[in-house]
């Protein structure tokens, strides 16, 4: 067969702030021969979807700067979670037409990147839930969620969580487990139609943090045992001024801090004289002890309806960097995906 | 008898960052008729020391700030942790002669206040330590690094500490803990004197973080497995930098963020991205559970020398306001305390 078209997103440029669609990001039309492609003992694949997640705004900065994770060469293709369909093969254990999760390059084709942190896996057949499902409240965003929740909550009937970015593809999940576990969940997000959907998956006290002040909120509804952690700045200040003493602080981003935004908090004072306890944590961190369980326990739950879950699905591989653009601004509902292939 | 000479110190104005000596806190000369003066169930106290402390800064404050500690009344006595003589009593338990330990005015003469979390305790008699150390060394400071290291250190020979003001009375204390474990300690403290104090008591990287770039050194000699935090602001921002994975910090204090001075972190991602543990203490806090540990493994290792200490002492009640300015600016050598009085 001759080359065919292969849309391709490099990474063009270190955003001072927030990501600027077709100025961070640029999208190639490229070609590939899928047939005669070297693959040199890996694997051709197929994208399916990909998943955009607040962390990958971490990986578009100066390479010199150390982080746990690695940074975006520019002039490089970026790469992401997602789903594929292996095309051709020539490593063991992947055959043509298998369904595989892993880190992907952000192309319509490409031979699989080396292994890392998350190995390529081969999904089973049949999965409960959508691609799409599968890559939020199935995959990163879901199982952060819950591994996060399960490993540090340590929820007791009747306590207060308070839940930042509660309408999201992580918060939903936190919110939802916590009320089945009979806690009060206060939940903040940044729009009216996200204060309808925290609603709707059982926040008690949902607030828009642009229109309504968090602390007036937080010192009425709280103090705050438990605080599930994903933006930063003035909500984590409003959230230390009202935690409970011995509370708990589940830091699972500080999305706030990603995109240039400087905010000097006020009241970390509050760790030592509350005796707070924070645990930061990584999807990978906690993977090896809750994958089992979360497929077991909870993506079941999921397929079934039991927790509900909201997805923003974008077409087409070249709209990567708008997709990431709405997410850093929060400006998307649900999960963010894009759809690359049907399969 | 007549009345004597009672000099209080009066807290007279909310500073906008560092207390100003004779403008924050004023002294006035007042007279007490000790043998007249109405006890009302309690105990009248001659003051012998007190204890100038950190957290002090953190009572003078507005009161509807709401914080773990109650904010002192601008027209009030201030009070603090003290140690006094019992110079007439109505109340069971104390008797005359008594020396005790707790929450007292800074007053030549008063009577005691009512009990809150530190009661008044009467020391026993024949102290293996000197008045001075029992408030330093074997009391609040020295307490609170031995519990909050013995509670959340965990430390394993080989690990490396960063200790943030490695030649106060806490971070002393820490530092020759750590050695004791076979840890390797970075410490850190803002003069040349005090680099002199932390090589004497151990420290194998001692630098003085106003003339030796904080973020330099832990690269160097990183990454950190524990970091005792004091200080908050750029320090934190350069530990955080620089922690291990799954690193530990034990907020002891922010001190840093006491006077007014705000500062912006740029690396808090690294909580959730090096999956570190934060814990915050209070002295308070872990007292119920280690309190006869301390006394009964401890101060004897500081009785026979094995743990050195160093105290500012400063003579005369009026002196508390300088005392109190010298120890927020850095500018003490050793844990201060104020002699108010020979026994």
Not at 110 to 132: E, F, R, Y
Not at 133 to 140: D, E, F, S, T
């Amino acid at each position: 067969m001759s080359p065919i078209r292969n849309i391709s997103i490099y990474f063009n440029e270190i955003p001072s702030d927030y990501p600027i669609p077709g100025q961070t990001l640029i999208t190639k039309e490229e070609t590939i021969d899928i047939d005669t492609v070297e693959l040199n003992g890996s694997c051709l694949l197929k994208t399916l979807a990909l998943s955009i997640d607040p962390y990958l705004r971490l990986q578009m900065r100066e390479t010199h700067i150390k982080s746990y994770f690695p940074a975006y060469e520019v002039g490089e293709v970026i790469y992401g979670l997602g789903i594929a369909v292996v095309v051709r093969s020539e490593r063991e254990g992947f055959k043509a037409g298998d369904k595989v999760y892993g880190l992907l390059r952000h192309q319509e084709y490409h031979v699989a990147m080396p292994d890392s942190l998350t190995p390529l896996q081969v999904l089973p057949p049949g999965l409960p839930i959508s691609n799409a499902a599968m890559l939020g409240v199935g995959g990163l965003a879901g199982g952060s969620g819950y591994m996060g929740y399960k490993e540090y909550a340590k929820a007791k009937k009747g306590q207060t969580i308070f839940v930042s970015t509660a309408a999201g593809a992580v918060g939903s999940v936190v919110v939802q487990l916590a009320k089945r576990d009979g806690l009060r969940v206060i939940g903040s997000a940044g729009s009216e139609e996200k204060v309808a959907y925290m609603k709707e998956i059982g926040v008690d006290v949902a607030f828009n943090y642009k229109t309504t002040d968090t602390n007036a909120v937080l010192a009425k509804e709280g103090p705050i045992d438990i605080y599930w952690e994903n933006v930063g700045g003035a909500t984590l200040d409003a959230a230390l001024a009202n935690m409970q003493v011995h509370g708990t602080i589940i830091v699972c981003g500080v999305m706030s801090s990603y995109n240039g935004v400087e905010y000097a908090h006020k009241n970390l004072s509050s760790i030592f004289a509350k005796s707070l306890h924070i645990h930061g944590f990584l999807y990978t961190d906690l993977a090896p002890k809750y994958t089992e369980e979360f497929y077991r326990d909870f993506v079941p739950l999921v397929a079934t309806g039991a927790i509900k879950h909201n997805e923003e699905i974008t077409r087409g591989l070249d709209k990567v960097g708008e997709a990431m653009a709405r997410l850093q601004k929060g400006e998307n509902t649900g999960k963010v995906v894009v759809w690359v292939a049907d399969e």
